[in-house]
């Protein structure tokens, strides 16, 4: 009752009182109150959303106190030393690996900011699975790479907090606590149980309850310590958990609870109880074996069904090989925090809950309490995770907390003695495998017993193992844990049982017949699989097995390497023959003994012998890692073609950059290791028989292969050669330094293509320590590439495509590193490998080491290890001696099926031999044996000494079709006195190859079991069995492999003269020359080597010389020879033909450039137009680009010029400051629009429409700053006809990327410009040019009334024509390209006088936007590049033709204002109309430019000087009147006296001071300009003005309307524009425009009123302008003063200045709020022109379907935007419907882009690259430039 009374209370004054009580009372009235109360508040029957209990919850907290203010008060009592924020997935965070000490320290931005890492390794990341920040943790990363905030020992100076203070927390929190677990408990439902099961709507509820739990983590050390002792006290749980006797509710509750803890054991209570209990097991615990026969186990019971359904079935019934029966069986909770984290898995790990748990962990007691709940879940956790639907936000979840944990290594080592972790894991990944196994079917298909994992299950396909396998990783990077797993003998055999469930996965099998119908994906599962759960933490155990203490442990794994490896050749049925056609790239257990032996003898110095098995079994290991390399020469051969492209993709991954150095290195090595132990004839014979080529090599020309196609014979034959020389000269493993190894990685990598430094960083093989993308030792790297590789800094291409900094090896490194055979073996193309050959013969070229074109050089190597001596026996075995002598017999005899390529390698392994001496070779043993050695070809196995043995005759099978059965046997007596042993030499190699496997496998396998016997010889005698149309024929060959060198080197070298003797004494000093160059090259260093070592040798090279030294051999040989010659001939010829034609074409495309784009001429326009200047025909003539015909441009078939027409706000975008605006990157900066071209511009225009006439406002200024139309041409014509037929194939091919044939547009034809317009020519007399151009000696008066009467002709509506429809679609096409907002400005719209305005601005934007492109003035002269393609003149005729139609009212007419003095000056004003707009305020460029356009075409020259002249006189009186305006009442004063006394002088009306005198006080008549005073003015006149800076700012004030005439006449009238230097700029234009300065003024600087021509009385003229200002009742002064002074001046547009870091923009802008939608944008955009902050692609800021980049390159750029997204660093721009990606500005210190910032690195401004950013903006030439333009649907 009591409580409910509460209740109705005041929460504030109630949680006080409560709070006083509690303080004050013994007898515990106080805490039974608050219990009542909680009772009542906290009744967990009432729904979970109610906020209320929440509200009671924070009042009670604060005991009456505000919850803020308590907020507060608790956070000063904070100890904690540990940052510890919590983020989740997305959140930009940094790692630094100066700083770190596990590989996984993270930092949060604030941390890292005040921390010092200048010089650091260190990046930005987007955090993939969340994280929290590791500041102040000493175990994850070094104290110096501390924050300021986190450096202090915080804890050390807060005061000890009073104890009332968390008093009422820690009576209320832990009922809070039991009503979060009750609600979870009541509102979870088992996933089969009902079909409904709303969890999220019950987290959804409790969301506000769990976010206050978070919120109470971030009050600090004090209220976390707090909530630990709630979360761990268990008593307190007992308490609570079940609920008061009575309450039946809480009874429910708690069965809920109980019924989900029964299911959560891994083996379920059933299966248990079918087992007879865990008892019924008991060998499985005790037995060291258990692995062993769980995988044998299984397979028994299997047998009793008949063993018919083991591939289906899935077996689970592993789990009694686990050591602890506990880690499998049911949860049990001591406390609430078992219980949170219990459902926290049960609802799959809501983000919030997991945020809560992980903010507590700064509290160190927590954190080892959570830890070990975390550990005893961990069974569960990885249960329902298997099961989950969702589980890749869930595999994330789990790593956000268990990285927290276990990166600690001290937790780690505690939780491995204390909660078997390790034990855990493996069990549990073990248990995760069993679920998807299969029967392997490898080898022995029905009888195998070995299981594999099926990686089509999602299990697999899905990564879901990935966060244990990550866990696993993380804890054996601990040396402490990682020795407690190896020392652990149990723990490693169930590990070699997990690992051999991924041995022989993913089998692949050859189609022989058909296309494969379904190429299946899931070799990515298996290669990730073999790389995370086998090497990774195999890795990570080498990393602990690298010094002499720890021989112990590698001696252990490999023994259960071996024993494993044993058992798995007995599982699969393995005897001594791999099964034909079959495949798998995936043998774990081979890489482990692999990588194990090699750590063992680089790194510990134990014996190779004491860890290697017998003989044996190293041939049955060395079977499949062989099957491998030559199943890659099969892919390569296109024999596996029908299987589809995914075996080629297994191929590659094989040896791709992030696998090699786990999969293909490991089995070179463990072959090599193989090989250095067997007999070499064995091993060599078994390489040719895998690869398939061992019928090949017989010396007969043709021979029947039963395996492979004639086709496929070459390749395999390299295939195999290529893999012996890797074979026998790969040394990764065989005793280089880690040094030498990443140093041979690099320039293998470099030697391919130049690469970018994070391209070598990725390809390079990193020495995987797990899980860091760290290369041990990354200085070492970067000290590495600056002594290999030149930095080539970014470029730019003329195309505009951008380069990247690039690192290319230095010449050195070519000369003596380059090494063809790592390049081979790292190569996943195989282009790249040509890619390098010709990359180094570009080299030899260029530095004149060879011209042809080179072999590959041969490399020394480093020396042995003597472990692995036994290797070079491969070298001087017979076997090979054979197989060599045979291919260079084959070779020298032409034999089909032989290349270069064979040559090459056959002599590669030649002098590998030479170098690789056995040391019992040495010299002078001559060969005394040769009688006894009956069943071979060679007296012994050294190379030395069979190179000179001689063979004289060879048996042969050959089929009878042969040419070698026509030839009659040698008859016995002409053989040589040997003939009678004769057949004893003719051995021959496969027969050899076939007997010497048998006899070999006899030895080995005496002792071995009858069954295998058995089926021996019917294996190896199946394959040889000879086919019945062979014959035996003996073939005489009498050569010896001295002399087959010598015969090759006189095939190669293609000349007569043969090897020279004297080439063997050449000192050593020319040894490079010998490294580098072609076959030649390398028979000569051969026979120098051979002869060096040997004097035996040398005396038969010299024999053999001397033999071919009579000149009788070289006639013999002279056929071949002749032949070579004529072909060398023959291709001279041919090549001289090629450079003939191509000189020709290149000189006819020059003179066709010349003529269609005018590049020589300086001064075109269109290059048409100027060239008819000089033609006696009376036309201009167009060449039509399609049909190629050339004529003129026609009313009825007219011509068009390819245009673009585009948008554009780039002169709206211009300011008066030449400085550009700086992006704001902070609170305080803004950037303010106000002061813009366009801006200024729209108030100016607005202004004079509050004023004045509406049709005279829209003639006074022009429009176009924003949204004017620009039109850019490539110079190419066409007929409109033809334009309109290529459009319609367009249309129906739909080819063009990225552009709309619907909107009209195309590229053009020729030069695939791309446009879409085309403006027609006008039919015109080139004759009429010459009239037009012509100069008279009239008067100004008279020319003035000339064109008074011109413009009173009527426009005469044109004949309707083909012409003038073209005229009318480009006028609408002109208006169709921008948008409505930018033509109409009337009052209202689309009124004829909209129209007029907006065609004369277009006019008008074209001049300007040249200029601009010039520099913004005409110093320079000549034609500029913009100048050579323009299409000006043919713009202005349509304009004007179109102009033409509208004729302006001679009543008002500006012309008659300008050159009379007129009587009634108010007339106009007095019907009440609003009045004209005064001279004075209109804009005098764009005057001119309307009486061009509308005046009579074509227009004569005088008239057009007489119209300058005229407005010229306007411009200066507006310069004096704006410098009126600005000058202070007192020196108005005195130049108004001064210049009154220069009124009287003869040239007056030319003296600048008589007229702003005259000005001045005519002005003065109206109270509307200026108040005296005023402050505004005198704020501008802050300087004090001189004649000098007078004069400088009249000039300033006209030169723009100088500058704009002479360009309108350079077009008109094709003037050349003399170019001048800046200060003379005013006079020489004025000259151009043929202005005629006053003679009597001295020869200083030119005066701007000397160039003064009046049509009537100056100073009445004057007067009567200045009367029209004054005149304006209505006008205040501050508007006439705005009017008054327009300074025409502006810089050019630039885009805004940018920070040089790029961190600086992103820190501000990617936690910015949009200020349109108030929320964080995904993804953040910023306008580089104007400085906008968008949301790009964001719904949020949609309108009308058009999100918010697409409006606002609209609205700023007329569709034109530059953005930059700030996420990605790049920067797109938007082109009306298209848009692209152009790259970014933004390059690290390798020159290179980081797009999304994946690689973090900082990025600094290219100022390069941004000014060409900026010059494509304002010469519009992203069209043109940026290829890959993509439609952007208004998504942007």
Same mark, same amino acid.
């Given at each position: 009752?009591?409580?409910?009374?509460?209740?109705?209370?005041?929460?504030?004054?109630?949680?006080?009182?409560?709070?006083?009580?509690?303080?004050?009372?013994?007898?515990?009235?106080?805490?039974?109150?608050?219990?009542?109360?909680?009772?009542?508040?906290?009744?967990?029957?009432?729904?979970?959303?109610?906020?209320?209990?929440?509200?009671?919850?924070?009042?009670?907290?604060?005991?009456?106190?505000?919850?803020?203010?308590?907020?507060?008060?608790?956070?000063?009592?904070?100890?904690?030393?540990?940052?510890?924020?919590?983020?989740?997935?997305?959140?930009?965070?940094?790692?630094?690996?100066?700083?770190?000490?596990?590989?996984?320290?993270?930092?949060?931005?604030?941390?890292?900011?005040?921390?010092?890492?200048?010089?650091?390794?260190?990046?930005?990341?987007?955090?993939?699975?969340?994280?929290?920040?590791?500041?102040?943790?000493?175990?994850?990363?070094?104290?110096?790479?501390?924050?300021?905030?986190?450096?202090?020992?915080?804890?050390?100076?807060?005061?000890?907090?009073?104890?009332?203070?968390?008093?009422?927390?820690?009576?209320?929190?832990?009922?809070?606590?039991?009503?979060?677990?009750?609600?979870?408990?009541?509102?979870?439902?088992?996933?089969?149980?009902?079909?409904?099961?709303?969890?999220?709507?019950?987290?959804?509820?409790?969301?506000?309850?769990?976010?206050?739990?978070?919120?109470?983590?971030?009050?600090?050390?004090?209220?976390?310590?707090?909530?630990?002792?709630?979360?761990?006290?268990?008593?307190?749980?007992?308490?609570?958990?079940?609920?008061?006797?009575?309450?039946?509710?809480?009874?429910?509750?708690?069965?809920?609870?109980?019924?989900?803890?029964?299911?959560?054991?891994?083996?379920?209570?059933?299966?248990?109880?079918?087992?007879?209990?865990?008892?019924?097991?008991?060998?499985?615990?005790?037995?060291?074996?258990?692995?062993?026969?769980?995988?044998?186990?299984?397979?028994?019971?299997?047998?009793?069904?008949?063993?018919?359904?083991?591939?289906?079935?899935?077996?689970?019934?592993?789990?009694?090989?686990?050591?602890?029966?506990?880690?499998?069986?049911?949860?049990?909770?001591?406390?609430?925090?078992?219980?949170?984290?219990?459902?926290?898995?049960?609802?799959?790990?809501?983000?919030?809950?997991?945020?809560?748990?992980?903010?507590?962990?700064?509290?160190?007691?927590?954190?080892?309490?959570?830890?070990?709940?975390?550990?005893?879940?961990?069974?569960?956790?990885?249960?329902?995770?298997?099961?989950?639907?969702?589980?890749?936000?869930?595999?994330?979840?789990?790593?956000?907390?268990?990285?927290?944990?276990?990166?600690?290594?001290?937790?780690?080592?505690?939780?491995?003695?204390?909660?078997?972790?390790?034990?855990?894991?493996?069990?549990?990944?073990?248990?995760?495998?069993?679920?998807?196994?299969?029967?392997?079917?490898?080898?022995?298909?029905?009888?195998?017993?070995?299981?594999?994992?099926?990686?089509?299950?999602?299990?697999?396909?899905?990564?879901?193992?990935?966060?244990?396998?990550?866990?696993?990783?993380?804890?054996?990077?601990?040396?402490?844990?990682?020795?407690?797993?190896?020392?652990?003998?149990?723990?490693?055999?169930?590990?070699?049982?997990?690992?051999?469930?991924?041995?022989?996965?993913?089998?692949?099998?050859?189609? %022989?017949?058909?296309?494969?119908?379904?190429?299946?994906?899931?070799?990515?599962?298996?290669?990730?699989?073999?790389?995370?759960?086998?090497?990774?933490?195999?890795?990570?155990?080498?990393?602990?097995?690298?010094?002499?203490?720890?021989?112990?442990?590698?001696?252990?794994?490999?023994?259960?390497? %071996?024993?494993?490896?044993?058992?798995?050749?007995?599982?699969?049925?393995?005897?001594?023959?791999?099964?034909?056609?079959?495949?798998?790239?995936?043998?774990?257990?081979?890489?482990?003994?692999?990588?194990?032996?090699?750590?063992?003898?680089?790194?510990?110095?134990?014996?190779?012998?004491?860890?290697?098995?017998?003989?044996?079994?190293?041939?049955?290991?060395?079977?499949?890692?062989?099957?491998?390399?030559?199943?890659?020469?099969?892919?390569?051969?296109?024999?596996?073609?029908?299987?589809?492209?995914?075996?080629?993709?297994?191929?590659?991954?094989?040896?791709?950059?992030?696998?090699?150095?786990?999969?293909?290195?490991?089995?070179?090595?463990?072959?090599?290791?193989?090989?250095?132990?067997?007999?070499?004839?064995?091993?060599?014979?078994?390489?040719?028989?895998?690869?398939?080529?061992?019928?090949?090599?017989?010396?007969?020309?043709?021979?029947?292969?039963?395996?492979?196609?004639?086709?496929?014979?070459?390749?395999?034959?390299?295939?195999?050669?290529?893999?012996?020389?890797?074979?026998?000269?790969?040394?990764?493993?065989?005793?280089?330094?880690?040094?030498?190894?990443?140093?041979?990685?690099?320039?293998?990598?470099?030697?391919?293509?130049?690469?970018?430094?994070?391209?070598?960083?990725?390809?390079?093989?990193?020495?995987?320590?797990?899980?860091?993308?760290?290369?041990?030792?990354?200085?070492?790297?970067?000290?590495?590439?600056?002594?290999?590789?030149?930095?080539?800094?970014?470029?730019?291409?003329?195309?505009?495509?951008?380069?990247?900094?690039?690192?290319?090896?230095?010449?050195?490194?070519?000369?003596?590193?380059?090494?063809?055979?790592?390049?081979?073996?790292?190569?996943?193309?195989?282009?790249?490998?040509?890619?390098?050959?010709?990359?180094?013969?570009?080299?030899?070229?260029?530095?004149?080491?060879?011209?042809?074109?080179?072999?590959?050089?041969?490399?020394?190597?480093?020396?042995?290890?003597?472990?692995?001596?036994?290797?070079?026996?491969?070298?001087?075995?017979?076997?090979?001696?054979?197989?060599?002598?045979?291919?260079?017999?084959?070779?020298?005899?032409?034999?089909?099926?032989?290349?270069?390529?064979?040559?090459?390698?056959?002599?590669?392994?030649?002098?590998?031999?030479?170098?690789?001496?056995?040391?019992?070779?040495?010299?002078?043993?001559?060969?005394?044996?040769?009688?006894?050695?009956?069943?071979?070809?060679?007296?012994?196995?050294?190379?030395?000494?069979?190179?000179?043995?001689?063979?004289?005759?060879?048996?042969?099978?050959?089929?009878?079709?042969?040419?070698?059965?026509?030839?009659?046997?040698?008859?016995?007596?002409?053989?040589?006195?040997?003939?009678?042993?004769?057949?004893?030499?003719?051995?021959?190699?496969?027969?050899?190859?076939?007997?010497?496997?048998?006899?070999?496998?006899?030895?080995?396998?005496?002792?071995?079991?009858?069954?295998?016997?058995?089926?021996?010889?019917?294996?190896?005698?199946?394959?040889?069995?000879?086919?019945?149309?062979?014959?035996?024929?003996?073939?005489?060959?009498?050569?010896?492999?001295?002399?087959?060198?010598?015969?090759?080197?006189?095939?190669?070298?293609?000349?007569?003269?043969?090897?020279?003797?004297?080439?063997?004494?050449?000192?050593?000093?020319?040894?490079?020359?010998?490294?580098?160059?072609?076959?030649?090259?390398?028979?000569?260093?051969?026979?120098?080597?051979?002869?060096?070592?040997?004097?035996?040798?040398?005396?038969?090279?010299?024999?053999?010389?001397?033999?071919?030294?009579?000149?009788?051999?070289?006639?013999?040989?002279?056929?071949?020879?002749?032949?070579?010659?004529?072909?060398?001939?023959?291709?001279?010829?041919?090549?001289?033909?090629?450079?003939?034609?191509?000189?020709?074409?290149?000189?006819?495309?020059?003179?066709?450039?010349?003529?269609?784009?005018?590049?020589?001429?300086?001064?075109?326009?269109?290059?048409?137009?100027?060239?008819?200047?000089?033609?006696?025909?009376?036309?201009?003539?167009?060449?039509?680009?399609?049909?190629?015909?050339?004529?003129?441009?026609?009313?009825?078939?007219?011509?068009?010029?390819?245009?673009?027409?585009?948008?554009?706000?780039?002169?709206?975008?211009?300011?008066?400051?030449?400085?550009?605006?700086?992006?704001?990157?902070?609170?305080?900066?803004?950037?303010?629009?106000?002061?813009?071209?366009?801006?200024?511009?729209?108030?100016?225009?607005?202004?004079?429409?509050?004023?004045?006439?509406?049709?005279?406002?829209?003639?006074?200024?022009?429009?176009?700053?924003?949204?004017?139309?620009?039109?850019?041409?490539?110079?190419?014509?066409?007929?409109?006809?033809?334009?309109?037929?290529?459009?319609?194939?367009?249309?129906?091919?739909?080819? %063009?990327?990225?552009?709309?044939?619907?909107?009209?547009?195309?590229?053009?034809?020729?030069?695939?410009?791309?446009?879409?317009?085309?403006?027609?020519?006008?039919?015109?007399?080139?004759?009429?040019?010459?009239?037009?151009?012509?100069?008279?000696?009239?008067?100004?008066?008279?020319?003035?009334?000339?064109?008074?009467?011109?413009?009173?002709?009527?426009?005469?509506?044109?004949?309707?024509?083909?012409?003038?429809?073209?005229?009318?679609?480009?006028?609408?096409?002109?208006?169709?390209?921008?948008?409505?907002?930018?033509?109409?400005?009337?009052?209202?719209?689309?009124?004829?006088?909209?129209?007029?305005?907006?065609?004369?601005?277009?006019?008008?934007?074209?001049?300007?936007?040249?200029?601009?492109?010039?520099?913004?003035?005409?110093?320079?002269?000549?034609?500029?590049?913009?100048?050579?393609?323009?299409?000006?003149?043919?713009?202005?005729?349509?304009?004007?033709?179109?102009?033409?139609?509208?004729?302006?009212?001679?009543?008002?007419?500006?012309?008659?204002?300008?050159?009379?003095?007129?009587?009634?000056?108010?007339?106009?004003?007095?019907?009440?109309?609003?009045?004209?707009?005064?001279?004075?305020?209109?804009?005098?460029?764009?005057?001119?430019?309307?009486?061009?356009?509308?005046?009579?075409?074509?227009?004569?020259?005088?008239?057009?000087?007489?119209?300058?002249?005229?407005?010229?006189?306007?411009?200066?009186?507006?310069?004096?009147?704006?410098?009126?305006?600005?000058?202070?009442?007192?020196?108005?004063?005195?130049?108004?006296?001064?210049?009154?006394?220069?009124?009287?002088?003869?040239?007056?009306?030319?003296?600048?001071?008589?007229?702003?005198?005259?000005?001045?006080?005519?002005?003065?008549?109206?109270?509307?300009?200026?108040?005296?005073?005023?402050?505004?003015?005198?704020?501008?006149?802050?300087?004090?003005?001189?004649?000098?800076?007078?004069?400088?700012?009249?000039?300033?004030?006209?030169?723009?309307?100088?500058?704009?005439?002479?360009?309108?006449?350079?077009?008109?009238?094709?003037?050349?524009?003399?170019?001048?230097?800046?200060?003379?700029?005013?006079?020489?234009?004025?000259?151009?425009?043929?202005?005629?300065?006053?003679?009597?003024?001295?020869?200083?600087?030119?005066?701007?009123?000397?160039?003064?021509?009046?049509?009537?009385?100056?100073?009445?003229?004057?007067?009567?302008?200045?009367?029209?200002?004054?005149?304006?009742?209505?006008?205040?002064?501050?508007?006439?003063?705005?009017?008054?002074?327009?300074?025409?001046?502006?810089?050019?547009?630039?885009?805004?200045?940018?920070?040089?870091?790029?961190?600086?923009?992103?820190?501000?802008?990617?936690?910015?709020?949009?200020?349109?939608?108030?929320?964080?944008?995904?993804?953040?955009?910023?306008?580089?022109?104007?400085?906008?902050?968008?949301?790009?692609?964001?719904?949020?800021?949609?309108?009308?379907?058009?999100?918010?980049?697409?409006?606002?390159?609209?609205?700023?750029?007329?569709?034109?935007?530059?953005?930059?997204?700030?996420?990605?660093?790049?920067?797109?721009?938007?082109?009306?419907?298209?848009?692209?990606?152009?790259?970014?500005?933004?390059?690290?210190?390798?020159?290179?882009?980081?797009?999304?910032?994946?690689?973090?690195?900082?990025?600094?401004?290219?100022?390069?690259?941004?000014?060409?950013?900026?010059?494509?903006?304002?010469?519009?030439?992203?069209?043109?430039?940026?290829?890959?333009?993509?439609?952007?649907?208004?998504?942007?």
């Amino acid at each position: 009752m009591m409580a409910a009374s509460l209740v109705r209370r005041d929460k504030k004054a109630t949680a006080a009182q409560l709070k006083a009580d509690l303080n004050r009372t013994d007898d515990g009235s106080g805490a039974r109150m608050l219990q009542d109360l909680l009772d009542c508040v906290l009744n967990p029957e009432m729904q979970a959303g109610d906020t209320e209990a929440l509200e009671w919850c924070k009042c009670l907290l604060a005991g009456g106190d505000a919850f803020d203010e308590f907020c507060k008060t608790v956070r000063s009592y904070d100890n904690a030393t540990l940052c510890g924020l919590v983020w989740t997935a997305n959140f930009v965070a940094y790692r630094c690996r100066t700083c770190g000490i596990s590989p996984c320290m993270s930092l949060c931005a604030e941390c890292f900011n005040n921390g010092d890492h200048t010089g650091h390794d260190f990046n930005m990341f987007r955090s993939q699975a969340g994280g929290a920040c590791d500041c102040g943790d000493s175990n994850v990363m070094r104290e110096s790479g501390f924050c300021r905030r986190h450096r202090s020992k915080t804890g050390e100076n807060v005061p000890s907090i009073p104890r009332d203070l968390l008093l009422m927390s820690e009576m209320v929190l832990p009922r809070f606590i039991i009503h979060i677990v009750q609600h979870l408990r009541e509102g979870y439902t088992e996933p089969e149980a009902g079909a409904e099961r709303d969890l999220q709507k019950v987290l959804q509820q409790l969301e506000p309850h769990i976010s206050f739990l978070e919120e109470l983590t971030k009050m600090g050390g004090a209220m976390r310590t707090v909530l630990t002792k709630i979360l761990t006290n268990q008593q307190t749980f007992k308490d609570l958990s079940m609920g008061q006797e009575d309450n039946v509710y809480a009874k429910k509750n708690y069965d809920k609870y109980l019924a989900a803890l029964k299911s959560s054991g891994l083996v379920s209570a059933e299966e248990k109880a079918g087992a007879g209990g865990a008892d019924a097991l008991p060998g499985a615990h005790s037995l060291p074996g258990a692995a062993a026969e769980a995988s044998a186990g299984s397979v028994k019971e299997e047998d009793q069904d008949g063993g018919q359904n083991v591939g289906q079935r899935k077996r689970v019934k592993l789990s009694s090989s686990t050591k602890d029966k506990s880690i499998m069986d049911a949860l049990k909770h001591k406390c609430f925090l078992e219980e949170l984290l219990f459902w926290t898995i049960k609802y799959e790990f809501p983000q919030k809950m997991v945020t809560f748990l992980l903010n507590m962990l700064p509290d160190q007691d927590y954190k080892i309490a959570f830890t070990k709940t975390f550990v005893q879940h961990y069974a569960f956790i990885m249960e329902t995770l298997m099961r989950s639907h969702e589980s890749d936000t869930m595999s994330n979840r789990i790593v956000h907390i268990s990285v927290q944990l276990f990166s600690n290594e001290e937790l780690a080592r505690h939780m491995t003695e204390e909660c078997q972790l390790l034990d855990i894991m493996v069990t549990v990944l073990h248990y995760m495998m069993e679920s998807c196994l299969i029967k392997c079917e490898l080898q022995d298909e029905e009888n195998s017993r070995h299981v594999v994992v099926n990686c089509g299950e999602p299990l697999l396909k899905n990564n879901t193992y990935w966060p244990l396998v990550s866990d696993f990783i993380n804890i054996l990077s601990h040396q402490s844990v990682a020795k407690r797993f190896l020392e652990d003998h149990s723990l490693l055999i169930l590990w070699m049982s997990f690992v051999s469930f991924f041995q022989g996965m993913n089998l692949n099998k050859r189609e %022989l017949n058909e296309h494969v119908e379904f190429e299946s994906q899931t070799y990515y599962a298996a290669f990730a699989a073999e790389l995370e759960a086998c090497a990774q933490p195999m890795w990570g155990l080498l990393t602990h097995c690298k010094v002499k203490e720890t021989q112990e442990y590698t001696k252990t794994v490999v023994r259960y390497c %071996l024993e494993t490896l044993q058992m798995w050749f007995d599982a699969i049925g393995f005897v001594d023959e791999p099964a034909p056609n079959q495949l798998t790239f995936h043998l774990p257990l081979h890489r482990y003994y692999a990588m194990f032996l090699s750590k063992a003898v680089k790194c510990q110095g134990i014996d190779l012998d004491s860890l290697l098995p017998d003989q044996e079994m190293l041939m049955k290991i060395m079977v499949h890692p062989l099957q491998i390399q030559a199943s890659l020469s099969e892919i390569h051969s296109n024999m596996w073609v029908r299987n589809g492209l995914q075996i080629k993709g297994q191929a590659m991954t094989y040896v791709q950059s992030h696998f090699c150095n786990s999969m293909i290195d490991p089995d070179i090595f463990l072959l090599q290791v193989c090989a250095s132990r067997l007999d070499p004839d064995y091993f060599i014979s078994c390489v040719f028989e895998r690869f398939k080529v061992v019928d090949l090599l017989t010396m007969a020309s043709k021979h029947q292969n039963a395996v492979l196609e004639p086709e496929q014979e070459r390749p395999m034959l390299e295939g195999a050669l290529t893999f012996l020389v890797l074979l026998t000269s790969l040394r990764i493993h065989l005793g280089m330094a880690d040094d030498e190894i990443l140093r041979a990685e690099m320039v293998s990598q470099l030697c391919m293509n130049d690469r970018t430094h994070s391209s070598l960083l990725d390809l390079i093989p990193e020495n995987p320590n797990p899980k860091s993308g760290i290369i041990p030792g990354s200085c070492s790297f970067e000290a590495m590439l600056s002594a290999v590789a030149d930095f080539k800094a970014p470029v730019f291409e003329p195309g505009g495509s951008m380069q990247q900094g690039m690192y290319t090896p230095k010449a050195e490194v070519w000369e003596k590193e380059f090494d063809p055979i790592m390049v081979v073996l790292r190569t996943v193309y195989r282009r790249d490998v040509q890619s390098a050959m010709d990359r180094y013969a570009a080299f030899l070229k260029q530095t004149g080491m060879h011209s042809g074109n080179p072999w590959p050089p041969y490399k020394e190597r480093t020396p042995l290890h003597p472990c692995y001596r036994g290797l070079v026996k491969l070298l001087h075995c017979k076997t090979l001696h054979i197989v060599i002598f045979t291919l260079l017999y084959k070779i020298s005899m032409d034999h089909p099926n032989m290349s270069e390529h064979v040559l090459c390698m056959v002599l590669y392994l030649i002098e590998l031999g030479l170098d690789n001496l056995v040391q019992e070779d040495r010299e002078d043993e001559e060969p005394s044996i040769e009688e006894h050695c009956h069943d071979s070809w060679f007296p012994g196995t050294s190379l030395l000494s069979n190179l000179h043995h001689v063979i004289n005759f060879v048996r042969v099978r050959v089929p009878e079709n042969a040419p070698e059965v026509k030839k009659e046997p040698p008859p016995s007596t002409s053989s040589d006195p040997a003939a009678a042993g004769q057949n004893l030499r003719e051995a021959q190699v496969f027969s050899l190859v076939a007997e010497r496997r048998r006899k070999f496998q006899e030895i080995i396998n005496r002792s071995s079991r009858e069954a295998d016997q058995a089926v021996r010889p019917k294996a190896s005698s199946g394959r040889w069995a000879p086919t019945p149309p062979l014959v035996t024929e003996i073939l005489e060959v009498r050569e010896s492999m001295l002399s087959l060198l010598l015969k090759l080197h006189r095939k190669l070298s293609a000349l007569q003269d043969p090897f020279s003797p004297e080439r063997l004494d050449e000192p050593p000093a020319s040894a490079t020359r010998r490294t580098h160059g072609d076959g030649v090259t390398a028979i000569e260093r051969i026979l120098a080597k051979a002869a060096a070592h040997s004097r035996h040798s040398r005396r038969s090279i010299l024999e053999l010389c001397a033999r071919n030294a009579p000149p009788v051999p070289p006639r013999k040989h002279s056929p071949s020879d002749k032949k070579t010659m004529d072909k060398e001939e023959r291709r001279q010829k041919a090549r001289e033909r090629q450079q003939k034609l191509l000189a020709e074409f290149a000189s006819r495309q020059k003179s066709f450039m010349e003529t269609a784009m005018d590049v020589e001429s300086p001064d075109g326009d269109v290059a048409m137009d100027l060239d008819a200047l000089e033609q006696p025909e009376s036309e201009v003539l167009y060449d039509c680009v399609i049909c190629g015909q050339s004529g003129p441009s026609t009313d009825d078939r007219p011509t068009g010029l390819v245009v673009l027409l585009q948008a554009t706000s780039v002169l709206g975008h211009r300011c008066r400051n030449t400085e550009p605006k700086k992006l704001p990157t902070s609170d305080e900066e803004h950037i303010y629009p106000a002061d813009t071209c366009g801006a200024v511009h729209d108030v100016r225009l607005t202004l004079l429409q509050r004023f004045f006439k509406d049709s005279s406002c829209l003639q006074s200024v022009s429009i176009g700053w924003d949204g004017g139309v620009y039109v850019q041409t490539c110079g190419h014509t066409l007929h409109i006809d033809c334009h309109k037929s290529y459009m319609e194939s367009l249309r129906n091919d739909q080819v %063009l990327q990225g552009s709309s044939v619907e909107k009209g547009e195309f590229t053009c034809p020729l030069c695939r410009q791309f446009a879409n317009s085309v403006l027609p020519c006008q039919p015109g007399q080139a004759t009429e040019r010459g009239v037009w151009h012509g100069h008279t000696n009239k008067g100004l008066t008279v020319l003035v009334k000339e064109v008074e009467e011109l413009q009173d002709q009527l426009g005469a509506f044109p004949t309707e024509s083909n012409l003038t429809k073209e005229m009318e679609s480009v006028i609408k096409d002109i208006k169709n390209t921008t948008q409505k907002k930018y033509m109409d400005y009337g009052k209202t719209p689309g009124s004829p006088d909209n129209d007029f305005l907006f065609m004369y601005s277009v006019a008008r934007t074209n001049l300007e936007l040249e200029l601009v492109h010039r520099g913004g003035d005409l110093c320079c002269g000549g034609a500029s590049a913009a100048a050579k393609r323009s299409c000006l003149n043919q713009l202005f005729h349509v304009l004007a033709v179109h102009m033409r139609l509208y004729s302006i009212d001679s009543a008002y007419n500006p012309w008659t204002r300008l050159t009379q003095i007129t009587c009634s000056r108010h007339a106009d004003t007095c019907n009440g109309d609003s009045p004209e707009v005064p001279m004075l305020f209109r804009d005098v460029p764009s005057l001119l430019i309307i009486f061009v356009l509308t005046m009579p075409q074509p227009l004569r020259k005088e008239h057009f000087t007489c119209m300058v002249k005229v407005l010229y006189t306007l411009q200066f009186t507006q310069a004096l009147t704006a410098l009126c305006v600005r000058l202070g009442p007192d020196e108005r004063q005195a130049w108004s006296t001064s210049g009154a006394l220069k009124k009287g002088l003869a040239n007056a009306d030319r003296c600048w001071e008589a007229l702003l005198s005259h000005a001045i006080n005519e002005l003065s008549r109206g109270r509307n300009v200026y108040e005296d005073d005023g402050d505004h003015m005198s704020m501008l006149s802050s300087s004090v003005w001189s004649p000098q800076s007078i004069e400088y700012s009249l000039q300033q004030f006209c030169l723009p309307f100088l500058r704009l005439s002479c360009l309108l006449q350079h077009h008109l009238y094709g003037d050349n524009l003399a170019g001048c230097p800046k200060e003379d700029e005013f006079s020489v234009l004025a000259g151009c425009l043929g202005f005629s300065p006053l003679a009597l003024l001295p020869s200083g600087p030119s005066y701007s009123a000397s160039f003064l021509e009046w049509p009537v009385c100056a100073f009445d003229l004057m007067s009567q302008w200045c009367a029209e200002v004054t005149g304006l009742a209505g006008m205040q002064a501050d508007d006439s003063q705005t009017l008054l002074v327009q300074d025409p001046q502006w810089a050019a547009p630039h885009l805004l200045q940018l920070p040089e870091n790029y961190n600086t923009i992103f820190q501000y802008y990617h936690r910015k709020a949009c200020s349109y939608c108030k929320k964080v944008p995904k993804d953040p955009a910023l306008c580089l022109v104007c400085g906008t902050f968008v949301c790009l692609k964001g719904m949020c800021c949609k309108q009308q379907s058009f999100c918010e980049c697409v409006l606002h390159s609209q609205a700023c750029g007329a569709a034109t935007g530059i953005f930059l997204l700030i996420n990605a660093s790049v920067i797109i721009i938007i082109r009306g419907h298209r848009f692209c990606l152009w790259g970014s500005v933004y390059l690290d210190a390798h020159g290179e882009e980081d797009r999304d910032l994946r690689r973090g690195k900082p990025l600094f401004l290219c100022e390069e690259r941004y000014r060409v950013l900026g010059q494509q903006w304002v010469s519009h030439t992203f069209d043109h430039i940026n290829k890959r333009w993509g439609p952007h649907y208004n998504g942007l």
